[in-house]
């Protein structure tokens, strides 16, 4: 046999099934298309509803054929461990939907194992379900020998997705690496724990349906769903037993090699580990965020921010400075853009992510360390930190365990690894419980009705691009989501029409309202939605009469709500094409939502966008608007539209055939909706706010033409209102409320001097009052003196001071809202004569539960005990009288 790279192995497999008439198909995105699911983790996730006969797959072709892109992070923290864990890997898959099956199957794995890769057959091994002596016979008849067949039970040889539906007994094809690889006992054999027979092919026989009582129907027809690992069949290809051996990760490893200074596989373990993990991470990270996963602290988001924490954080351990990650990204995008041109597209992004999270991450890994300091505090060498300890800092900090270890290793500190694996594992339960993972839950949740609707009576029509009405005939009824033959007068409910004008809720842009009447009845439309792709359901009250299906109706949209949708649209690309001009191609859509009176457009940015730049991203969103550009669109191929530059969105599943709006090439973006067939119909657009929705992720709000209007007249009728109050023209409002705010400004401070000269009045008085010879035979006053501050207390010094000559003290008192407050104070003389305010303080500050202190010449405290003001002061009288 002979080495092949990684990229030559996939194209081989893809040509060798495309020759056998599967259709290739680009990977789908790591979004799944199916709300149980959290990531892609395997190739059969986009054929779900093939295999369920609710979708189907065109004549020409036998089956499909796959190179996907899959994560799965839940053995996370065995990544790095081995050369064989993975979070990001690439499945070959081909898959038939009741069009060939075991026989052909298994001649073909055969077949291309042997003459297309050049695997020795003898060193092939097959394994089958345990009474499956069907597939068993087909392997002999291919010449396998007896020897090579072995029988493995429902753990091994039966896949399931999950406890009910579609499943099947599987066939695994194990490559022997050889005595010295694995455990070298000598009844070694495939499905064996170690490393030697290594399992490289999945075949799985999908022919029955998992009932609730745990019985197995019989599908009506056999599929097919096989998967290989790219990495493993790679490492075997290359003659390596670890897939970071392999071209590609070898390849990451090497940037690991080069920006840390250690060389793989001649240092610590820890160090290769460290490796290992950034290696795998990194492709993760690259692909999720290409598809449009930014880091977040929940969902798949979450799963991105681990991810990356933990690469980081390796990073460190190898004494890696500065952000690094961006190397690794940059050498992706070279190995593996030619396969997957989203990488290559979305790198600014991909970049700008990446980096901002190692910014982060570097604070909470600050914060990280103080909480471990503190741990740490007062324990001494022999002790053992907490488990809890350990998996705080793992999960709120993101401190891998090993980081923790080390660190507490060198104070002498052992870590609680069971207690930790406690933790982890009741981690794992709650977010077991929270979210079904990966290929299991893969066929729950799918109700059949829409797509048994859609392949009942075909694709709706969709008129609406030039028309805004149009003959039609109900097809199809339903209510409270069940199928119904007729809806009656005041009933709500769904009508499914052959064709029609209603744009159905898609790509951010909201579903149209009108009208759907016909021959004795009215019914309204509130709602558009497309719960099938293919299918337009209307949600529908029916006004008058009855509606029953096969009848013939007449579909009509509301007009003047589709024409302020249409410019909302249009309004969302020009201002998504100005974003990117004012702060760069890294800007990206992650979301809008297009209503009549209004649009919302979000998009990856790392930084608040200034007012200087919103300026100027309205100033020339106007310029194009009122320049008056045709808008075009055309229907071309995805790889024509990607050559030509266009825009593609996040997380968006194209057909073969995709739509392009062209605004006259400024912009040009692949899109479903309604649009306007000039930009200046538009108007006007404002942009209302800016603001953060998430790390990375921001929002405009904005408005356009009537609305741009009333926002703008409504923002005119206060500035008159405000005007009129200050009985100026309303260009020279603000002037005047800036010389009134300042004279107002003035006149507070007037106020303030004059309540101060006031009290000053009233302290004279106070003094007056309690003035008293002191022991020592100086003036001195004890007074209280309520709702003044620490400085007017000082103030009340001063008139003090001028009332009773040159040796004189005081001991003030006073309560300031809740907090109480003393002061001592005395001349130079006083002094002299023995008087101390800092120890007069020191000394009555118990009283208000409070302390301070300073000099003997003047000393203030503040406490919490307002009740002890009195007893300060009586005190106070003891030493001083
Ligand atoms: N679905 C099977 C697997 O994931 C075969 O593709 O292993």
């Known amino acids: 046999m002979q080495y092949m790279t990684t990229a030559e192995i996939r194209e081989a497999y893809l040509s060798y099934f495309e020759g056998k008439g599967c259709k290739r198909m680009p990977s789908s ?30 004549d020409a072709y036998i089956g499909t054929t796959t190179s996907q892109k899959c994560v799965r992070t839940n053995d996370i923290d065995l990544i790095g461990t081995d050369g064989r864990h993975l979070s990001f890997f690439e ?39 345990e009474d499956d002596d069907e597939t068993w016979e087909i392997w002999r008849n291919l010449g396998v020998e007896e020897s090579h067949l072995s029988r493995l039970g429902e753990d091994d040889n039966f896949w399931r997705a999950g406890p009910t539906g579609p499943c099947g007994p599987c066939s695994e094809i194990y490559y022997d690496q050889g005595p010295e690889v694995g455990c070298g006992r000598p009844d070694c054999h495939p499905g064996c724990d170690c490393d030697r027979f290594l399992e490289y092919w999945n075949c799985v026989f999908t022919q029955y349906d998992g009932q609730e009582d745990g019985s197995l129907k ?30 590609i990760l070898r390849g990451l490893v090497g940037v690991g090699e080069s920006l840390s200074g250690k060389t793989y596989e001649s240092g610590t373990e820890q160090d290769d580990a460290a490796l290992r993990v950034i290696a795998d991470h990194s492709r993760s990270a690259t692909f999720m965020i290409a598809d449009g996963i930014l880091p977040s602290n929940e969902g798949r988001g979450y799963v991105l921010r681990r991810l ?15 952000p690094f990650m961006h190397h690794y990204v940059d050498k992706i995008v070279e190995v593996m853009g030619d396969e997957y041109p989203e990488i290559v597209e979305n790198r600014e992004l991909i970049l700008g992510v990446v980096g901002n999270e190692e910014e982060r991450f570097g604070a909470t890994l600050r914060q990280g360390r103080v909480y471990l300091e503190q741990a740490l505090a007062g324990m001494k060498e022999g002790d053992v930190l907490s488990g809890d300890v350990a ?58 009705t829409m797509s048994g609707i859609l392949e009942e009576v075909g694709a709706t029509v969709f008129e609406g691009y030039d028309k805004n009405e149009c003959a039609a005939t109900v097809v199809a009824l339903l209510k409270d989501g069940a199928r119904v033959d007729a809806l009656a007068a005041g009933e709500e409910g769904a009508i499914v029409l052959d064709r029609t004008p209603f744009y159905a809720e898609m790509g951010g842009q909201i579903g149209d309202t009108g009208t759907i009447e016909g021959e004795g009845f009215r019914a309204r439309v509130t709602d558009t939605k497309s719960p099938e792709k293919g299918l337009t359901v209307h949600y529908v009250t029916v006004e008058e009469g009855s509606v029953t299906v096969g009848v013939a109706a007449h579909a009509a949209i509301e ?170 023209r309303p260009l020279e409002a603000a002037g005047r409320a800036i010389s009134d705010a300042e004279k107002l400004k003035q006149m507070e401070s007037e106020a303030k001097r004059a309540k101060e000269a006031a009290a000053a009045g009233d302290f004279k008085k106070i003094a007056a009052e309690a003035v008293t010879t002191s022991a020592a035979g100086y003036p001195v006053v004890i007074a209280r003196v309520d709702n003044v501050s ?60 409070g302390g301070g202190g300073g000099k003997p010449t003047m000393a203030q405290a503040g406490g919490k005990n307002a009740a002890g003001i009195d007893d300060a002061l009586a005190k106070a009288r003891e030493i001083l009288l």
């Open 559 to 728: 007009v003047l709500r589709r024409e302020r949708i249409r410019r909302n649209h249009s309004a969302t690309h020009i201002l998504h094409w100005a974003l990117r001009t004012v702060l760069g191609d890294h800007v990206k859509q992650a979301g809008s939502y297009v209503a009549p009176d209004r649009l919302r457009f979000d998009f990856a940015h790392f930084e608040a966008v200034t007012r200087a730049q919103l300026d100027e991203v309205e100033r020339i969103a106007n310029e194009k608007i009122m320049e008056a550009h045709p808008v075009a669109t055309y229907e071309t191929s995805l790889e024509e539209a990607r050559e030509q530059g266009v825009t593609a969105l996040f997380g968006e599943k194209y057909g073969d055939v995709v739509r392009v709006v062209d605004m006259d090439g400024f912009s040009r973006e692949l899109c479903g909706g309604t649009h306007v067939r000039n930009t200046a119909e538009i108007g006007l657009v404002k942009i209302e706010s800016e603001q953060s929705v998430g790390s990375n992720l921001r929002r405009i709000e904005a408005v356009t033409s009537f609305d741009a209007l009333a926002y703008l007249n409504a923002e005119e009728a206060e500035l008159r209102t405000l005007a009129a109050a200050l009985g100026v």
């Open 391 to 448: 998996f705080t800092l793992h999960d709120t900090y993101g401190f891998p365990l090993e980081v923790t270890q080390e660190i507490c290793a060198d104070e002498g500190i052992a870590v609680d690894t069971d207690e930790f694996a406690r933790c982890m594992e009741q981690q794992k339960e709650r977010a077991r419980a929270a979210t079904q993972d990966d290929a299991e839950a893969a066929w729950s949740t799918y109700d059949g």
């Open 308 to 322: 990356l924490r933990r690469a980081i954080m390796k990073g460190q351990l190898l004494g890696i400075e500065g």
């Open 91 to 129: 499945m070959l898959g081909n898959f038939s939907f009741g069009r060939y099956f075991k026989k052909e199957m298994c001649a073909w794995a055969l077949d291309f194992s042997v003459n297309v890769l050049g695997l020795p057959k003898d060193k092939l091994y097959m394994t089958v379900f």
């Open 790 to 849: 620490a400085s007017a207390l000082r103030n009340a010094w001063d008139v003090v001071r001028s009332q009773c000559g040159d040796a004189c003290a005081c001991v003030l008192a006073g309560r300031n809202a809740d907090k109480p407050l003393l002061l001592a104070a005395g001349t130079d003389a006083a002094v002299a004569a023995g008087f101390n305010a800092g120890a007069i303080i020191k000394a009555i500050a118990p009283a208000i539960q």
């Open 218 to 247: 019989p599908l009506p027809h056999k599929n097919i769903d096989t998967g290989m690992g790219l990495e493993r069949i790679a490492a075997i290809m290359q003659g390596v037993t670890s897939n970071f051996d392999t071209d």
């Open 29 to 58: 995105s790591l979004i799944p298309d199916d709300p149980s699911l959290l990531l892609t983790s395997a190739g059969m996730v986009q054929f779900k509803p093939y295999f369920l006969q609710q979708k189907h797959l065109d």
